[in-house]
């Protein structure tokens, strides 16, 4: 059987960023350091959530963050505002971070400190519903955010990313009085192709659910704690 080019292409293209993810990943390992992909569509509170996260963690966890923007370093200004190292990934036509991009943010913030020191390594993608989910950067853990502000079709509409996820956050949540939407049709609907992720409704703006995710990430990074460290590597990322 034929298949078209294109398609033998994109499978390509795939296999090569699995391959730099599995190996940002063995980096990780080594480093004993817990990666999360953030991932949303644009606007839907990823960079407010982490303004709130990494004020709330810093006394608790040594965190950095890879920022992937199209074009500006706002997202990058805000969070570096908060006190956390940020490196600025700025992705230019593209509308995800991909493995080899993630590769190259590693290499520019190893110049600025020892990635073994720290705990946890935020990856905050390009705001896309549905490109990131397709290209693994060598994360540990998949976070999508879904404001409610988006409808509650969609987890249906666009399934790969909340299918994905292990974590789904249910954003703005002090909107809802405002709003013709049910949360717990929202919910629902995110069960309906991700039985298994958590699914914690949060809003930047009131606090309300930041504990319950907090808790969460905690969880996860015992979990890797918990598994013994890979010997180290050599070279570079
Ligand atoms: N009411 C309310 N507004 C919020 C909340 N979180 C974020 N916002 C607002 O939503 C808008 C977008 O928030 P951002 O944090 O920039 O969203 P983002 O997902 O990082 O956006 P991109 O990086 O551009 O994809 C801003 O005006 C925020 O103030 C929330 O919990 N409640
Ligand atoms: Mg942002």
């Known amino acids: 059987m034929h298949m078209p080019l294109e398609d033998t292409l994109g499978l390509n293209l795939l296999a090569a960023n699995q391959h730099q993810a599995e190996h940002n990943r063995d980096h990780f390992d080594a480093w004993n350091l817990l990666c999360l992909n953030v991932m949303s569509s644009p606007g839907a509170g990823k960079t407010s959530l982490l303004e709130r996260s990494l004020a709330a963690l810093a006394g608790e966890f040594a965190m950095a963050v890879l920022e992937g923007d199209m074009t500006t370093q706002l997202d990058a200004q805000r969070l570096e505002a908060v006190g956390v190292p940020v490196v600025p990934i700025t992705t230019g036509r593209a509308c995800h971070l991909d493995a080899a991009m993630v590769s190259g943010g590693l290499r520019l913030l190893r110049q600025r400190l020892d990635p073994a020191s720290l705990d946890l390594l935020w990856v905050e993608n390009v ?92 969880e996860q990074r015992a979990a890797l704690a918990a598994v013994p460290s890979a010997p180290p590597l050599v070279g570079v990322a």
């Open 127 to 218: 705001g896309n519903l549905v490109c990131p989910a397709e290209f693994e950067v060598g994360e540990h853990r998949k976070v999508a955010l879904l404001s409610v502000t988006e409808g509650d079709d969609k987890p249906l509409k666009y399934p790969v990313m909340f299918r994905e996820a292990d974590c789904v956050l249910i954003t703005k949540v002090d909107l809802l009085p405002h709003l013709p939407v049910e949360v717990e049709r929202i919910e629902a609907h995110v069960r309906q192709v991700n039985p298994h992720c958590a699914v914690i409704r949060v809003s930047a703006t009131s606090g309300e659910g930041l504990a319950t995710w907090h808790g969460w990430l905690r």
